[in-house]
């Protein structure tokens, strides 16, 4: 019998060990630093990265841009074809 679906691929979002297998150490260490909690905390974790200079302001605007995308639908991102401007192919660059 399978397991039901939850709507995540295998592994995606799980913690890297079950809380049972993680030794005292690293359960210390989540409590010494957690990580955030919300959102927001991520941003400001991201922003203090950047600060400490672990990574370039590109990577934070992009992976702030990833967590922006998360919360928007199909039809949020996307434009409907007939407001698309196309332009054909084969035609000339003049």
Known sequence: MSEPHSGRPPGRGAAKHPPEARGLLERMLEFL?????SKSELM????DAEQRELIEPESRQMLEGVLRMAELSAGDAMVAA????????DAPYD
């Open 33 to 37: 630093h957690p990580g955030p909690d």
């Open 44 to 47: 400001e974790t991201l922003a």
């Open 82 to 89: 007939p407001r698309m401007d196309l332009l054909d192919i």
